[in-house]
């Protein structure tokens, strides 16, 4: 069926004024994309939808922007004033990190957008905020590909590596433009077509797809392929190559090693997972399967939780990857004792700030093994 715009759509006999400002949600855009999706033979009711959203979006939205902002920032700060030669690894760390902030930063503005149902910033901000949002998130996947096919090539192939001394300055520099350019070409059709559409009282900062187009549900089927089977797929492939290899050696912190990337993969499994299904069934929805109103108020309101669920996701992305190393943790207590001595001044010793930690420590030996 060929999917029509907002225009269109408000033209329909069948479609009352209240059931678009129902439809138009104002936190379905960001994520889903969804914004314009409209039941053309039927008014649907989803106001417990946009009441939802208007409570509980804005505060959990904000939760996650602090945890998010003060993780990322500290990653960030810890890698500019104390990597001076930096690795493929720590690329990776510092990309993933400001992907997460680009991403994190548009979070006030959909928070602000979910609050009262009115965008105020403008159609340039529209773009700006769209491109962060999209940015971001294309960038935080990428380049967790990229560090695991860094982790595979240095231990399964380590003598030929593509990250050998000789090459690895060019390659860093080659891959991590490579990377933001892919994620500048998956989200180009999101930054493109989004912009501020003016109702009756009210501004809309929406993805408004040529009419007749096959945008959307290309973009849904995008967002599958590119969000989940292909960074879960590489993961699961490079990292059971991985295991094998470090059960064999005699190090004693081996396990810790193979633990660390059981809880990657089973942490990006479970929060990317449910968001995934739900965009799956908006897919469906859009070739006019499952749909019914029912289904249309349960897809809005599953929308709201998974993609929560996933937003969380950058803000363990700090811990995962770099806070669970000793030497990164030691990195961390340092500058925040420079930062905050009063708070902090009482630690004796990293030492003992680093043996209360979470049992998935990485050793300092994690050099010779590589993982991180």
């Known amino acids: 069926m060929a999917l029509t715009d907002l225009s269109n759509a408000t033209s329909s006999n ?59 920032g500290l990653v960030l700060c810890i890698l500019i004033k104390y ?16 992907s997460d ?44 590909i990229l560090m695991t096919i860094d982790r595979y090539t240095v231990i399964v192939h380590a003598n030929t590596s593509l990250f050998s001394k000789h090459r690895s300055v060019r390659a860093v520099i080659v891959l991590t433009l490579f990377m933001w350019a892919l994620s500048l070409a998956a989200s180009l059709p999101i930054i493109i077509f989004s912009k501020v559409k003016n109702e009756t009282s009210v501004s809309k900062c929406m993805v408004i797809y040529p009419m007749g187009s096959a945008w959307r549900p290309f973009s849904y089927i995008k967002l599958n392929i590119l969000g989940l089977i292909i960074p879960l797929s590489v993961m699961v492939f490079c990292y059971m190559r991985i295991i094998p290899i470090l059960m064999a050696m005699k190090s004693q912190k081996k396990h810790k090693a193979v633990r660390l990337i059981l809880v990657l993969i089973i942490v990006f499994f479970l929060f990317w997972t449910p968001y ?46 770099a806070f669970v190393g000793q030497k ?23 030492r003992e700030f680093s043996e209360r930690s979470s049992m998935y420590t990485r050793s300092s030996e994690i050099s010779a093994t590589k993982i991180m």
């Not at 491109?131 to 294309?138: D, E, Q, R, V």
Request: with cysteine; charged share 10%; proline share 3%.
């Open 101 to 144: 902030l680009f991403f994190l930063i548009s979070l006030p503005f959909w928070a602000h957008y979910a609050a009262i149902a009115d965008w105020i910033f403008g159609d340039f901000m529209c773009h700006v905020v769209t491109a962060l949002f999209m940015l971001g998130f294309y960038g935080s996947i990428f380049f967790m």
């Open 14 to 72: 069948n479609t009352s004024p209240s059931s678009m400002t129902n439809f138009n949600s104002t936190t379905d855009y960001y994520i889903s994309y969804d914004n314009l999706t409209e039941n053309l033979f039927q008014p649907c009711d989803i106001n417990n939808v946009k009441d939802f959203s208007r409570v509980f979006l804005p505060a959990l939205y904000s939760i996650v922007f602090i945890v998010g902002l003060i993780g990322n």
């Open 276 to 321: 995934n299904i739900v965009i799956f069934l908006k897919f469906l929805h859009q070739l006019l399967y499952l749909h019914t109103c029912k289904w249309q108020k349960d897809l809005q309101m599953a929308m709201k939780w998974v993609e929560i669920i996933a937003f969380i996701h950058c803000c363990l992305n700090p811990i995962i990857y």
């Open 328 to 350: 990164f943790r030691n990195l961390v207590l340092k500058i925040l004792k420079e930062w905050f001595p009063l708070c902090f001044g009482r630690c004796t010793t990293i």
């Open 83 to 98: 990597h001076k030669r930096s690795n493929m690894t720590d690329v990776c760390l510092f990309n993933l990190a400001l």
